[in-house]
């Protein structure tokens, strides 16, 4: 049985759950076919190949970018140059918020995972399709809203869980998403590396390297050329609902 690839057609960030990887992907869903062909009439298209920079933390914000193919990722990068994923964003979404319509700067860095074509769509035509096509607005506000949960999640595990227990939830997220059984065991196609895992749990390479390495010590993981198999779920899950009291 064929494996699929990594992070895949969803959405991928830090949450504890699923379930909220896949909202705000269809945030344009409400559009007639003549209000999609207007916006996209106002915007225009652009190829990125892979790791190539969409824009950058502190530049100017000039409109919003929908990602019509391939996979792009979102982090903020510290002035002590570590960085932490935001998201890894997909087809359907948009991206280059908080500001939809100008003024202030990117807070964050968006860069293509592989090639990706985006509609860039500039901030006073943001800015018209709002005033004009009602369903436009709203539907950036869905959009918007999606965002926000997105954010709310990755907060939410970055202060209440352990740095263990995120690594534990991220690779349950990945088993439960594209996981194929074998048995008792998941084996995920290992497609994405050790500084990726990182950037998204908020830790670093090296600890990242040495905890799954102390995983398969224990018998929860194991490595199989390109496949991270889990072979003991369970214990991950045991890690996330231990009782401390």
């Known amino acids: 049985m064929p494996l699929p690839s990594l992070p895949g ?16 992907a269809d ?12 916006m996209r009439s106002a915007g225009r298209q652009l190829l990125f190949k892979a790791n190539e920079q969409i824009f950058a933390q502190g530049t100017p914000h000039e409109g919003i970018f929908l990602i019509d193919s391939g996979r792009v990722r979102v982090f903020y990068s510290a ?24 003024g ?22 943001v800015q018209t399709l709002i005033t004009q096509v009602p369903n ?18 990755m907060a939410q595990m970055l202060g209440t869980r352990s740095v263990i227990e995120r690594l534990a939830q991220f690779l349950v997220n990945l088993g439960e998403l594209y996981g194929v059984s074998d048995g008792s065991a998941v ?10 895992i990182a950037a998204m749990v908020g830790s670093t390479r090296q600890w990242v390297t040495l905890m799954l390495k102390r995983f398969k010590e224990q018998g929860i993981v194991s ?3 390109r496949f991270i198999r889990v072979d003991r779920p369970e214990r991950l899950r045991e890690m996330l609902f231990k009782d401390d009291g």
């Open 136 to 153: 436009f607005a709203l539907c950036l506000i869905e959009g918007l809203v999606a965002k926000g949960k997105c954010y709310s999640a």
């Open 79 to 102: 002035p002590s140059g570590r960085e932490i994923t935001l998201a890894h964003w997909t087809k359907g979404h948009f991206i280059g918020g908080p500001e939809i319509c100008g």
């Open 187 to 196: 084996i995920i196609n290992r497609k994405i590396t050790h500084d990726q």
């Open 27 to 38: 945030f344009l869903s409400r559009l007639s076919p003549g209000e999609l062909a207007r």
């Open 104 to 125: 202030g700067i990117h807070m964050w860095s968006g860069e293509a995972l592989e090639e990706c074509r985006v509609t860039i769509l500039p901030s006073a035509e």
């Open 9 to 24: 057609p969803t959405a991928l960030f830090l949450s504890e759950a699923i379930d909220g990887l896949y909202e705000g």
């Open 223 to 225: 490595i199989h050329g």
